[in-house]
């Protein structure tokens, strides 16, 4: 059976620190993958997506970047956090091209960010 | 116009009532159709899958209208542990490019005692 694991489950960053969270999946080959960022009390909001290793689409102009240097491993970055990057953050995985039927989304467990 | 649009809520019902939630998109050629429910703090879960036909599942009916384009959720004889938010979910590239997951803002709903 597939599995996604993203870690860590909750940070406390510091305003200018570097950030990277990890996500992996397992049991399935070539798999579409997303972040999503939710703020407090509102909808997810996608970041990025990704359909294949160094692929990587930007759907939010902002300091995060994303990187797939595996096909199961997708990697959210920033150089400097803002006080506006806290947030809970979940990464997601879905069938990818060729998929038959309705392909739903299975989201990692998310990591709650807050930038002080 | 956002692509996915819902109600935010809050619904506030006592346990046994029936509550209905719609959710609007704006591609007609959207192809795959979604509710998941996400409870406090935690990730999202698929509730179910909105078929063309429509489909139910228990005490969980859900409907697609294509030509309105909305998709709605009914869900009867509320239970407490229904309480949650209720996420519309569009695919808008159809089944071959699922390489996107649009997702509303969700509908918030409190059962009561």
């Known amino acids: 059976s597939q599995t996604i694991h993203q870690w860590p489950a909750t940070l406390v960053q510091p305003v200018g620190s570097p950030l990277s969270l990890e996500c992996t999946v397992e049991?399935?080959?070539?798999?579409?993958l997303y972040w999503y960022r939710q703020a407090a009390g509102r909808g997810l909001q996608l970041l990025f997506y990704?359909?294949?290793?160094?692929?990587i689409s930007s759907e939010v102009p902002q300091n995060l970047s994303a990187s797939r240097p595996q096909d199961r491993q997708f990697i959210l970055s920033s150089k400097k956090l803002l006080l506006s990057d806290s947030g809970f953050y979940l990464c997601?995985?879905?069938?990818?091209?060729?998929?038959?039927?309705?392909?739903?989304?299975?989201f990692g467990q998310g990591t709650r960010l807050t930038v002080v | 116009r956002k692509e996915v649009e819902q109600d935010p809520g809050p619904f506030n019902v006592p346990e046994g009532a029936t509550v209905a939630f719609n959710c609007t998109y704006s591609?007609?050629?959207?192809?795959?159709f979604f509710w998941y429910r996400q409870d406090c703090r935690k990730e999202p879960k698929l509730l179910m899958s909105?078929?063309?036909s429509g489909n139910e599942d228990g005490r969980f009916t859900a409907q697609l209208n294509r030509a309105s384009q909305y998709i709605s959720l009914l869900i009867r004889d509320s239970k407490l542990s229904d309480s949650a938010t209720y996420l519309c979910?569009?695919?808008?590239?159809?089944?071959?490019?699922?390489?996107?997951?649009?997702f509303g803002a969700g509908t918030r709903l409190t059962v009561k005692p």
């Open positions: 979910v569009v695919n808008p590239y159809g089944l071959y490019n699922n390489n996107d997951m649009r």
């Open positions: 591609n007609s050629a959207s192809q795959s």
């Open positions: 049991g399935t080959s070539n798999p579409n």
């Open positions: 990704s359909v294949g290793i160094g692929q």
């Open positions: 997601a995985w879905s069938g990818g091209r060729g998929s038959l039927g309705n392909t739903e989304a299975f």
């Open positions: 909105v078929y063309s």
